[in-house]
């Protein structure tokens, strides 16, 4: 079994910064990719930023230049360093791991419960 924490969200102004963390632990050989997705009311949920083993990532058009996605294998932590904020990144951002390999073998993707990143003034 995997445990998966978030934490960094929460209120923030526009043109402030945020970093949030996607922690996993447990049943761990190795995990393909590890991403940040977002959803906000009634909208469909959409890529923020995704980033493999190896290092290659992948930015939704929204956020190129203002978000940057890291990775710690050693810790199968990544991280997302939000900056010059906007209210429209307002949502609920998810974690998701990709193609987790357990000890004996087992894939499977796994979402995080979500946090919550709110932009006002």
């Known amino acids: 079994q995997v445990q998966l924490v978030e934490s960094g969200g929460g209120v923030v102004q526009p043109g402030g910064s945020l970093r949030l963390s996607c922690a996993a632990s447990g049943n761990i050989r190795s995990i393909f990719a590890m991403g940040w997705y977002r959803q906000a009311p009634g909208i469909q949920r959409e890529l923020v930023a995704t980033i493999t083993a190896g290092g290659y990532t992948i930015y939704g058009d929204s956020v190129k230049g203002r978000f940057t996605i890291s990775r710690d294998n050693a810790k199968n932590t990544a991280y997302l360093q939000m900056n010059s904020l906007k209210p429209e990144d307002t949502a609920g951002y998810y974690c998701?791991?990709?193609?987790?390999?357990?000890?004996?073998?087992?894939?499977?993707?796994?979402w995080g419960q979500g946090t919550q990143v709110t932009v006002s003034s």
């Open positions: 998701k791991l990709e193609r987790i390999t357990t000890m004996d073998s087992f894939e499977y993707d796994q």
